[in-house]
């Protein structure tokens, strides 16, 4: 064929491609591993959105840029965002950069395939299959069924949706003309994702019904109970009670046994979010927070939370393993699924899924696993663990500084008390004060860039501080440090 200049297309330049390539990922490794994750440097470098709009140059024009003003782009980007990676950053319930994980990440974006069908994704479908087993195999489960899916909150939806399938299988074709009044069941301490999943699927955020909890966040069995029969007064059908391993802010981990105990008396589907927590299985010490999860008809577990593998990873599980995920979510396009193709189609699974394209989010952690063993993992929450009570003791031992509660997973909450509003608990002023100390905290570690820690009011109590160590390049130091920087940035509050 003769080469027509339509077709030529300076972006695709092959030999020029490459040395982009290596030329960008040089800057990846000093500016965003190196950099991102030393103690020395920056978590973050605050710009004002205006600021840094104009900085970044946002705007998509007409003609393309030279190498070295993309490259530079590159810089700015990896500049001016937030470095997930570095010791002192406690802000979410995933941080850390792990590089095994890192290469799976970046294997899997180089290859750039969607896991829906063997044909093109043969080596990650059968990744996922024995990736899903062995998270089922520390649930206690020898068999079932699961899939990847694009974080908890969509884990929690599939639980959800498969749960009313399998109670109402004409819900697939009929809908909601299919279905009595739905109830669902969770704790007052549960992930926002319930009353989203609710909403997303036609049953109703007024019809889940929030359970109550112990002063530790845990959810009361006996309230379980109470609210599944007045929702049943009140001409609803029960059919889902979610229980949380891992709350987001206080880390609570709800009854499981007695949970499933009241499940199983009405008949119920009993959804573990176990979002958070669930790593902690992983652990021969403290798999124990967990116990009765085996019970579990469903549940969510995020690696890319606890274990450092990276954004995203979530795993969706099911006890089952008739084919319910399939049936409840398969629409069979003749474009994708044939059924006459030259292989074993059960190995085409992406119709278990609500998405057409999915990300492939089993390499990263099939070859962190590969690198660090069940063992190497167990450490690496074993130690969440143990920075965690450190930090505890370190924070009772200083002047000023006050549990919310006994850490009994990693989520540390505490106040930290200015020296002015110390010994003023009685004044009536007292909570509004110290409800504005961990944002002007925040703020001024933000703006200087030394560190990043979360706050949030929480029932009746104000702001307090809710620090996560989940990054396993966190040292001793960065400890210390952390407490040393709230008391500096603090002490003239
Ligand atoms: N899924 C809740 C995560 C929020 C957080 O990182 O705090």
Known sequence: MAESSSLEHPGLDRAAGEEFLQEAFRILLEEGVRKGTDAAEKVCEW????????????????????????????????????????????NQLFSGLDHHALVGRL???????????????PVFVLMEEAVLAKLRELLGWSAGDGIFAPGGSVSNMYAMNVARFHRFPRSKREGSWALPRLALF???????SIQKGAAFLGIGTDN???????????????????????????????????????????????????VADVCQRHGLWLHVDAAWGGSALLSREHRHLLDGIERADSVAWNPHKMLSVGLQCSAFLLRDS???????????????????????????????SVQC???????KLWLLWKALGTEGL?????????????????LKRREGFQLVLEPEFVNLCFWFVPPSLRGQEGSADYCSRLGKVAPAIKERMMRSGSMMVGYQPHGARVNFFRQVVTNPAVTRADLDFFLDEIERLGRDL
């Open 47 to 90: 710009k004002e959105p205006r600021e840094l709009r104009e900085l970044l140059d946002l705007e998509l024009r007409r003609r393309g840029e030279p190498r070295q003003r993309l490259l530079q782009r590159c810089r700015d980007v990896l500049r001016y965002s937030v470095k997930t990676g570095h010791p002192r950053f406690f």
């Open 107 to 121: 294997i899997t974006e180089t290859l750039n395939t969607s896991q829906y069908t063997y044909e093109i994704a």
């Open 186 to 192: 969770t704790s007052r301490e549960s992930h926002y």
């Open 208 to 258: 889940v019904y929030l359970v109550g909890t112990d002063e530790r966040g845990k959810m009361l069995p006996e309230q379980l109970e109470k609210e599944i029969e007045r929702a049943r007064a009140e001409g609803s059908e029960p059919f889902f009670v979610n229980a949380t391993c891992g709350t987001t802010v206080l880390g609570a981990f709800d009854p499981l046994r007695r």
């Open 322 to 352: 008739s084919g319910l995920l399939q049936r409840c979510h398969g629409a069979g396009a003749t474009y994708l699924f044939q059924p006459d193709k030259f292989y074993d189609v059960s190995y085409d699974t992406g119709d278990k």
């Open 357 to 363: 394209g999915r990300r492939v989010d089993c390499l």
């Open 378 to 394: 167990e450490r690496r929450v074993d130690r969440a663990f143990a920075c965690t009570q450190y930090l505890a003791e370190e």
